[in-house]
């Protein structure tokens, strides 16, 4: 009984008061950092995963101690988060692919393989010391290659898949959108490398959660126009883990390019209104938004 009226509290007056979390969002200590997740608090935010974010207008790390150095400095910035904010904050390290390719035009793709799966390795090993819960974000260009850069691309994916199943990590998927069929690829490449297609998201998801469209992967779904319809149009299909995003990119020089912090906040509340004014029990809104914002994160990333 004390359960479940603690449950009841977090559903009050068809507002939602409980955990909230952005489960894939960029910052910039050089940028707003602390500004945008104390926007994000006040919005009624709880929880993040911060991603490492690579430094497209700087130096791409070109050794290993370069990429020692980003994702180290990705953990310290959670940890002051941590202490100034107190909201939760779980950490995603790994190589964008985005850096294999511009790095495969530089130094050819042999050596940028070979530097992209040691930035893998070097991830998994601060995940498996307790520094981050998740690799990524890895995957393949979401912009048109040649075909040869496209096959390399999925070389190299297939062997990140392999290495996080070996050491049963999930991993964040940063892919182009092809609808369903990007989806289909890589499940059978989860299949093939023995990688639970669960512990793969695809990250900036469309918000398509049925399982015909995700064939059983996890998603984050970008919370931008249009999500919450296409969320309660598909939710009766999905089977699968799915959370809210906005892929924040603390840049002040792409200001409109992705979602702002207080979105995932907002789009909750219009998600919890529009169930609840099609129908939903309190109950059922209150059990699903604790699988999107506390259950469903923690079996993921745990």
């Given amino acids: 009984m004390e359960r479940e009226h603690w449950r009841e509290k977090m559903l009050?007056?068809?507002?939602?008061?409980?955990?909230?979390?952005?489960?894939?969002?960029?910052?910039?200590r050089g940028n707003r950092f602390l500004?945008?997740?104390?926007?994000?608090?006040?919005?009624?935010?709880?929880?993040?995963?911060?991603?490492?974010?690579?430094?497209?207008?700087?130096?791409?790390?070109?050794?290993?101690?370069?990429?020692?150095?980003?994702?180290?400095?990705?953990?310290?910035?959670?940890?002051?988060v941590r202490k100034k904010t107190g909201i939760e904050v779980g950490v995603v390290l790994g190589p964008h692919p985005v850096?294999?390719?511009?790095?495969?035009?530089?130094?050819?793709?042999?050596?940028?393989?070979?530097?992209?799966?040691?930035?893998?390795?070097?991830?998994l090993e601060m995940i498996e010391s307790g520094m981050a819960s998740c690799l990524g974000e890895v995957g393949r260009p979401h912009y048109?290659?040649?075909?040869?850069?496209?096959?390399?691309?999925?070389?190299v994916l297939q062997e990140i898949m392999s290495l996080a199943a070996s050491e049963k990590v999930p991993i964040q998927l940063h892919v182009e959108?092809?609808?369903e069929e990007t989806c289909k690829e890589l499940a059978e490449m989860c299949d093939s490398t023995g990688l639970p297609r669960s512990n793969a998201i695809r990250h900036f998801s469309p918000p398509d959660i049925s399982m015909e469209?995700?064939?059983?992967?996890?998603?984050?779904?970008n919370m931008g126009k249009g999500s919450v319809e296409g969320l309660v149009d598909t939710i009766a299909n999905s089977k699968s883990r799915w959370g809210m995003e906005t892929d924040f990119l603390d840049d002040p020089n792409r200001p409109g390019a992705v979602l702002g912090p207080k979105t995932v906040p907002k789009r909750t509340q219009k998600l919890c209104s529009t169930l609840l004014e099609s129908g939903w029990e309190e109950e059922d809104v209150t059990s699903l938004f604790l699988n999107i914002h506390d259950v469903w994160p923690k079996e993921l990333y745990s």
């Fill in 99 to 123: 850096v294999w390719d511009v790095q495969a035009n530089q130094i050819g793709v042999e050596k940028s393989t070979e530097l992209h799966i040691e930035a893998v390795g070097l991830a």
């Fill in 35 to 80: 500004s945008a997740i104390e926007e994000f608090s006040q919005s009624g935010g709880t929880g993040i995963m911060l991603v490492h974010k690579p430094t497209f207008s700087g130096h791409l790390p070109s050794d290993l101690d370069g990429y020692r150095n980003a994702y180290s400095e990705t953990i310290s910035m959670a940890e002051t």
């Fill in 12 to 28: 009050e007056n068809g507002i939602w008061t409980g955990p909230i979390m952005d489960q894939h969002i960029h910052l910039d």
């Fill in 144 to 155: 048109q290659v040649d075909q040869e850069r496209w096959d390399s691309a999925n070389e």
């Fill in 213 to 221: 469209f995700t064939s059983g992967l996890s998603s984050t779904v």
């Fill in 177 to 179: 959108d092809r609808g």
